[in-house]
């Protein structure tokens, strides 16, 4: 049998040494598709794969039709958006995601654009602190709860919104639950998106909800860009020069907000929120170990398609 690991932004070295690993110690063969450019490669590269191991790479029913012989797909991550789960149901394949694997290095990225936001991008002016700031955490999943964690060492006051989760779970995490949107963004000067990109929360967040952010207020986005609505937030950049905006995640309309907001706004030139060694190790690895335990047991406990 064989596994491919497709990835058009790369694993670190290291966590495909530990991938190959656990494929090879199973009997199975490994193939690498890096950095591929044209989706021709990966519909060749497919064609005679049993499992596949993705990460934001798309995987639709074109993918899916031409693997002929695949049965699982794991997305080394946490967001599964990347993948037709219909098409994947159609053609009997199982999708997996590997959670919590890289959870930790999206929360650190969320500080480290924080501090870089309120230190003006480091532009040499005064600038101002985390501490005693409030932070509202939009959705309390594995990246959420380590944000919360991290915001608590900087001495930041922790408020979360998550309707999926139960209270009792957030307040454990010492964390104070809120239960409308708006409470969240109105009373946060720092708002950490975390939630995923569905057909109920794309474009959800946008003028109306910007501009009940607090004085100074920035929202930080390392979840999708397809949760924001992009003129929605150009205007509420427009009408309330207190406000930045910074992500992991290139907006469609990058340059003209750049343009226009200049160093209120921040952007990643690619998604760097799980891209460190630690992240690529722990979620690379799981993929393997999940794809060997679907492919030689039958187990699927991290399905996310029915
Ligand atoms: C995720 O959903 O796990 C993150 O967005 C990371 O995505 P990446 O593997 O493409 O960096």
């Not at 939630?195 to 109920?200: D, F, G, K, L």
């Amino acid at each position: 049998m064989k596994v491919l690991v497709a990835t058009e932004k790369p694993f670190a070295a290291v966590a495909v040494d530990g991938i190959r690993k656990v494929i090879e110690d199973a009997g199975y063969e490994l193939e690498i598709l890096e950095k591929y450019t044209d989706k021709k490669e990966l519909l060749n590269a497919v064609a005679d794969a049993d499992g596949l191991i993705i990460r934001s790479d798309k995987v639709d029913a074109e993918v899916l039709e031409a693997g002929k012989k695949l049965k699982v797909v794991v997305r080394a991550g946490a967001g599964y958006d990347n993948v037709d789960l219909d098409a994947a149901s159609s053609h009997n394949v199982c999708v997996e995601n590997t959670p919590g694997q890289n959870s930790n290095a999206v929360a650190e990225l969320v500080f480290g654009m924080a501090v870089m936001a309120v230190r003006n991008m480091y532009d040499g002016t005064s600038g101002t602190e985390l501490k005693d700031k409030t932070i509202g955490i939009h959705a309390f999943g594995q990246v959420g709860r380590n944000v919360a964690r991290i915001a608590k060492g900087f001495g930041m006051e922790v408020s979360a919104l998550d309707p999926y989760c139960p209270d009792e779970v957030i307040v454990e995490a010492g964390v104070k639950p809120v239960h409308s949107v708006e409470e969240l963004y109105k009373n946060n000067r720092f708002v950490s998106l975390h939630i995923p990109a569905t057909s109920e929360t794309k474009k959800s967040v946008g003028y109306d909800l910007i501009t009940l952010m607090p004085k100074n207020a920035v929202l930080i986005n390392t979840a999708r860009k397809e949760v924001i609505d992009e003129e929605g937030l150009a205007k509420a950049l427009r009408e309330r020069p207190d406000i930045k905006y910074v992500a992991d995640i290139k907006p469609d309309t990058a340059d003209a907000l750049q343009a226009e907001f200049g160093n209120r706004v921040f952007f990643t030139p690619k998604k760097m929120g799980a891209q460190t060694s630690e992240a690529n190790i722990n979620a690379g690895i799981a993929a393997a170990h999940q794809v060997v335990d679907f492919l030689r047991d039958g187990i699927n406990k991290y399905q996310v398609n029915k």
